[in-house]
Nanobody, 125 residues
Framework: HVQLVESGGGSVQTGGSLALSCVAA????????MGWFRQAPGKEREGVAS???????SYADSVKGRFTIAQDNAKNTLYLQMNSLKPEDTGMYYC????????????????????WGQGTQVTVS
């Protein structure tokens, strides 16, 4: 079955950087649309960045200019480079796969995505 496994989370100070990775099993990134989401305690899961089959990227306004999503199709790995981190970036970060590239569903809707990783914690203080 499809598995997404995130790594790279940790604790950093304000202004620091972290690089998250998401490795997929039984799923080819180049054939799917992928996204990164995050969830802070007591809050709903929110979309952070996405990339489609053509490599076109989109970002939530809150992270534009600071975060970069990328994928290495040869390694079947999705990345999220996070720079200039702020305390409000704290949360559990999840990668997700939209196997149908559901452009008819709002970009940051969790309903758009079929598969989710278990998450990796990011704490900014």
């Amino acid at each position: 079955h499809v598995q997404l496994v995130e790594s790279g989370g940790g604790s950093v100070q304000t202004g620091g950087s972290l690089a998250l990775s998401c490795v997929a099993a039984k799923l080819t990134y180049s054939s799917n649309c992928m996204g990164w989401f995050r969830q802070a305690p007591g809050k709903e899961r929110e979309g952070v960045a996405s990339i489609n089959r053509d490599g076109v990227t989109s970002y939530a306004d809150s992270v534009k200019g600071r975060f970069t999503i990328a994928q290495d199709n040869a390694k079947n790995t999705l990345y999220l480079q996070m720079n200039s981190l702020k305390p409000e970036d704290t949360g559990m970060y999840y990668c997700a796969a939209d196997t149908l590239c559901r452009t008819w569903v709002p970009r940051w809707s969790v309903d758009r995505y079929d598969y989710w990783g278990q998450g990796t914690q990011v704490t900014v203080s």
